[in-house]
């Protein structure tokens, strides 16, 4: 607890007023934060509220266009990441940044290799790797090759790596998005420990859970700007999720109960490329909205992507309306009355060169046309106008060339391409990554409209709270299983996760 | 339209500086061969344009050229009838066309390859099929040789005469800016080139659509290639066509075809055809020596598609600055 350290008075990092931006986007607006010596601050808010581009401030791989960074109380300028290293900082990425080919001591000492000559000294950098080791807690030789790790032993030799270049300020950007709940909590112990040795941690996460375990103070971003801050004894689930979103939790999901229909999507022992020795079963009613939730890598865009006909199925069979169906295309897919809003927005949702309407018209264009396959003009004029409005776009006209919209409204793009359609099944990948806090409530609002007015709806997410707050039911997935399926009223976070790291396996409906 | 705005821009003031140094340049005779020229390019740039915008390439071009131009009077001569030779050599460039497509999108294999190693094909059995003889209709099939030389009297211009393959070409163009801009097929084309991807996702099919370009642009090069051939006579299979793909290229650039895929217009192609003759016919006409040739033409091109990337880097920061006081006011 920061309140326990009165010996040091001044703060350890202190950011202030700092604002960055970006063509067509105001990432942070003087945002400031303060890490005291020897505590774990957690940084917390939605996709795309700044967190990512503060972190890369800190860690010297972007520069602020204004604001000030203190360290020790004193002015310092991070311009690039040798400087942030030089000053203590370590920032720990998303995705390890570690060669597989070499061995855990070459890793730890990438480019800083003890030598004489140019001839590397293997033996200190075995011994000084050991050292290291020691403090993360991880009980290998340093000559195991990191390709043969986990990824929870990866993230402890990143972690090693940070140490040896005595790293006081640790940053970790969601360290147990592909971790497993005993990784997680061996991930956790090390926190705790490397604290007692003096380091501080900004530990930035999705999941409240760990955060409510894990942090001293929290720290919440919104849309680019301070949110506002919780000490240690006001950490709630509660509070920090009004704070991101900036509004009552009841308020922000639109959930309004629906009356399950009959079945619409029917899943039998399907069996993806990927994961081939799990068949899944499960089944999609109409006016419902299932969700799919699971940690990165779980397999779940993988199901998205064998429903909708971009990868072919190693087995099972899937049911539309009652009658087998054979998906060996999108257009198959589409055929049945499927859409899918893949998960990269940017490489399979939207054509970024093209303008609104000719997005907004893509997967429609073939229905509507006229003799000789000409383009209707019209009805694509007035669908992409109807989409614009109806789903309140924000562009200056369906001219408007997409790559310069915001990123709610670009889903909003995608998401317009297929109401054009009007499909059975909605398929959605991560619906709101990326996309501002205003935007991400119009795509609930959306999505519940759509289950009222009896369209069926399985979506992915990786976001805990969106998981709980729009779903009747939940499907969970850990290494390409489904693991579980949980009502409304059973999801809680402890009771997902468990089911998403491979905990227990409940019994799945067939 | 801007981006046309600009080359025919270049290609008046090429036109202008010529013709003030030398008053031949306007002559009915130089202008009549200089518009029968452009159109026989025209129509084979037309062709690479199709694959440019899927974000492919064609570099088979010219020996799909010379297979065809070689095989119809070599047919002719072993007394297949009209219209059987041009019904034979018209399906060999489409199936030319439909082997690269099913290549390209079945075996996914590079476009640049396919078509690089179809380059070394077409040419070689030309050349093994007529024995490396010249080839030629000597004085018959005058009906036949009048869709390359043959001239149109022009209302009101005394003195000029419009050549026939200028209204093939004209033709050639007007479906081809049709099927590009106002069907599905040319809005999926264009999908394509910029997000292949993006365009399996919205249910597109992709491959019978790229596929498609490629037929275009074979079957485009045939057309070429019976018209060289019909125009000059007397065709060497080992010279017949060389390089004519990469002046189908430059040409389809410079008249704004992005290399990346999907965007260009038939017009500014045309236009680009037209600035590649006239470039060629300036440098003869201004006496500039004509091993300089090949120097002038690349670096034409050159300035032309810098100046092109530079506009558009200014066009995009504005939009940039733009935006940022739209989003921040």
């Excluded at chain 1, 899944?280 to 064998?306: C, H, W």
């Excluded at chain 2, 034409?300 to 880097?313: F, M, P, Q």
Aim: hydrophobic residues 45%; glycine residues 10%.
């Amino acid at each position: 607890m920061s309140s326990s350290h009165p010996t040091h008075s001044r703060p350890l990092l202190e950011v202030r007023q700092i604002s960055k931006q970006f063509p067509g986007v105001k990432a942070l607006s003087r945002v400031s934060l303060t890490l005291h010596h020897v505590e774990v601050l957690a940084v917390i808010g939605e996709n795309g509220a700044g967190k990512s581009t503060l972190m890369k401030i800190l860690a010297g791989v972007q520069t602020p266009d204004s604001g000030t960074l203190l360290i020790n109380g004193e002015e310092a300028s991070l311009s690039n990441v040798a400087d942030a290293l030089n000053s203590g900082i370590a920032l720990i990425h998303q995705e390890l940044n570690l060669s597989d080919n070499l061995d855990i001591a070459a890793n730890i000492f990438l480019g800083r290799e003890p030598n004489h000559w140019g001839i590397i000294n293997r033996r200190q950098t075995y011994l000084e790797s050991e050292k290291f080791l020691k403090r993360v807690g991880l009980n290998l030789p340093p000559q195991t090759l990191v390709g043969n790790l986990t990824v929870g032993q990866q993230q402890m030799v990143e972690i090693a790596k940070a140490l040896s270049i005595n790293a006081r300020i640790l940053i970790m950007d969601e360290p147990t998005s592909s971790l497993s709940l005993h990784e997680s909590e061996a991930l956790f112990s090390v926190i705790r420990e490397l604290k007692t040795q003096g380091v501080s941690v900004i530990y930035i996460s999705h999941r409240l859970g760990e955060v409510n375990e894990l942090a001293d103070r929290v720290v919440v971003l919104r849309d680019g700007e301070n949110a506002g801050e919780l000490d240690h004894d006001s950490i709630s689930h509660d509070r920090m999720v009004q704070l991101m979103v900036g509004r009552n939790v009841s308020q922000f999901f639109p959930y309004t109960p629906h009356e399950p229909g009959e079945v619409v999507l029917e899943v039998k022992n399907l069996r993806t490329p990927d994961n081939p020795t799990h068949p899944i079963t499960f089944t999609l009613r109409k006016n419902e909205i299932v969700g799919i939730s699971g940690l990165v890598g779980a397999g779940r865009t993988e199901l998205m992507q064998v429903l909708f006909g971009i990868d072919a199925p190693r087995g099972g069979a899937i049911f539309v309306n009652g009658k087998e169906i054979h998906i060996h295309s999108p257009q198959d897919a589409i055929k049945a009355g499927l859409a899918l809003v893949p998960e990269d927005r940017k490489l399979q949702g939207l054509i970024l060169e093209m303008a609104v309407r000719e997005n907004m018209s893509l997967a429609s264009l073939s229905r509507d046309r006229r003799h000789l396959g000409m383009i209707n003009f019209a009805q694509e004029r007035k669908t992409s106008n109807e989409m614009i409005a109806a789903m309140n776009i924000k562009t200056p006209n369906d001219r408007q060339i997409v790559q310069f919209l915001s990123g709610g409204n670009q889903q909003k793009v995608v998401l317009g391409k297929w109401m054009a359609l009007n499909p059975s099944v909605l398929l959605l990948d991560e619906p709101t990554r990326g996309v501002d806090v205003g935007a991400k409530e119009e795509i609930y609002h959306l999505m519940n409209e759509l289950a009222s007015r009896g369209m069926a709806i399985l979506f992915v997410s990786s976001d805990l709270e969106e998981i709980r707050g729009i779903s009747d039911r939940v499907l969970v997935m850990h290494e390409g299983q489904l693991t579980g399926e949980l009502s409304r009223e059973e999801m809680s976070e402890e009771a997902i996760m468990q089911l998403a790291t491979g905990q227990i396996r409940a019994p799945v409906p067939s | 339209m801007k981006k046309i705005l600009g080359i025919l821009i270049l290609l008046i003031v090429v036109c202008l500086v010529t013709a003030v140094s030398n008053k031949n340049f306007f002559s009915a005779y130089n202008i009549q061969n200089v518009t029968r020229l452009t159109s026989l390019f025209g129509i084979i740039s037309i062709g690479v344009a199709f694959v440019i915008i899927s974000g492919g390439i064609d570099l088979s071009i010219g020996s799909v050229i010379c297979l065809i131009g070689s095989l119809l009077p070599f047919l002719l001569a072993k007394g297949v009838s009209v219209p059987a030779a041009l019904l034979l050599v018209g399906a060999i460039s489409i199936a030319i066309g439909l082997f690269h497509g099913l290549l390209i999108t079945k075996l996914k294999l590079q476009p640049f390859i396919v078509t690089l190693c179809g380059l070394l094909i077409y040419r070689g059995i030309a050349r093994g099929i007529t024995e490396d003889q010249t080839q030629g209709f000597g004085t018959a099939h005058a009906g036949l040789r009048y869709l390359a030389t043959g001239k149109i009297d022009v209302p009101f211009i005394e003195g000029f005469k419009l050549p026939v393959p200028f209204l093939i070409m004209i033709g050639l163009a007007v479906v081809a800016a049709f099927f590009l801009n106002k069907t599905i097929f040319g809005r999926y084309l264009k999908a394509i080139g910029n997000n292949e991807t993006a365009a399996r996702y919205s249910g597109i099919k992709t491959d019978r659509t790229v596929i498609m370009a490629y037929v275009i642009c074979s079957f485009l090069s045939g057309v070429g290639g019976v018209l060289f051939a019909l125009d000059i006579n007397s065709v060497q299979p080992e010279g017949i066509g060389n390089f004519y793909e990469l002046y189908a290229i430059a040409a389809a650039v410079l008249g704004g075809c992005s290399i990346r895929g999907g965007e260009g217009s038939i017009l500014g192609v045309v236009i680009g055809a037209a600035l590649m003759r006239v470039l060629r016919n300036s440098i003869t006409m201004l006496g500039i020596p004509s091993q300089l040739e090949f120097a002038i033409i690349g670096a034409v091109i050159l300035v032309g598609v810098i100046s092109d990337e530079l506009v558009k880097r200014y066009a995009q920061k504005r939009r940039a600055i733009l935006q940022a006081r739209q989003t921040s006011g």
